[in-house]
């Protein structure tokens, strides 16, 4: 394998750890309080980084072999995090209020924020990881396929 294989495989590891923990984490605040990620729509986002982090554990500890088809659940799963991080994030700004000329309302938690960065992180990193794979199983020549 590549020399850059594994510090891909262990990013897209520790960005599936920070997609559960952001999802357990803040969401919206608004002056001193809080809602959590497990309220909003963090129970999918937990779900989705647990099952990635599940598809991955295998790469990194047994190796790479063509035979192994998980290698495409991080870029799925890191790309629908991201949509609904996203989602949810556009429907905490829309909150907002015009009071004297400022708008006043809920902003994006900290868990929100590291959900969407790890998801962003997740994707990049766990496609490079899949491109090696298929790089790997069409021995070292990208095939073309018509």
Not at 32 to 49: K, W
Not at 107 to 121: D, E, P, R, T, Y
Not at 126 to 142: E, K, L, N, W, Y
Request: glycine share 10%; aromatic share 6%; with cysteine.
């Amino acid at each position: 394998m590549p020399a850059h294989f594994r510090p891909n495989l262990i990013a897209a590891a520790l960005s599936c750890a920070g997609i559960m923990i952001g999802s357990i984490g803040p969401w919206t605040s608004f002056l001193a309080l809080e809602r959590t990620g497990i309220s909003e729509c963090g129970v999918i986002t937990l779900v989705l980084g647990i099952s990635a982090a599940f598809a991955l554990t295998p790469l990194l500890w047994r190796g790479v072999t063509p035979e192994v088809k998980n290698h495409y659940i991080g870029p799925l799963v890191g790309i629908a995090v991201l949509i609904v991080a996203v989602g949810n994030a556009a429907c905490i700004l829309q909150r907002g209020t015009e009071i004297a000329g400022r708008i006043i309302g809920p902003s994006v938690g900290w868990g929100l924020w590291l959900v969407m960065i790890s998801a962003m992180v997740l994707s990049i990193t766990s496609s490079t990881v899949a491109h090696m794979i298929r790089v790997q199983a069409s021995d070292g020549f990208p095939r073309v396929q018509w």
